[in-house]
């Protein structure tokens, strides 16, 4: 039997993903569309793509900055370093 997840009262959508690219440029997800202004991005996590757990190899992949559009999200490092994993949520609200 599939089990359905319900949606709580107040979220319009959500949708979650992992973005794969480099730490160094700007990296940008096609989601389906939302309304900006009533939706907030939510970044669970991220990990250097290769699996490595931060160390002094990896602390050069920064920090990230977060833009929402209404169809695209759009990660820019701070930093110079190789590809990561981000893990990402977008919730919409009514």
Do not use: H, R
Request: charged share 5%; net charge negative.
């Amino acid at each position: 039997m599939a089990t359905a997840i319900a949606t709580p009262a107040g979220v319009k959508s959500w949708q979650a993903g992992v973005a794969v690219g480099n730490a160094a440029g700007s990296l940008t997800v096609a989601i389906s569309t939302v309304d900006p202004a009533k939706s907030s991005v939510l970044i669970c996590g991220w990990t250097p793509a290769n699996g490595q757990e931060s160390s002094s190899s990896t602390q050069t992949y920064g920090t990230f900055q977060v833009s929402l559009s209404a169809s695209q999200l759009t990660f820019s490092g701070s930093a110079t370093g190789g590809n990561v994993e981000i893990s990402w949520i977008v919730i919409e609200l009514w």
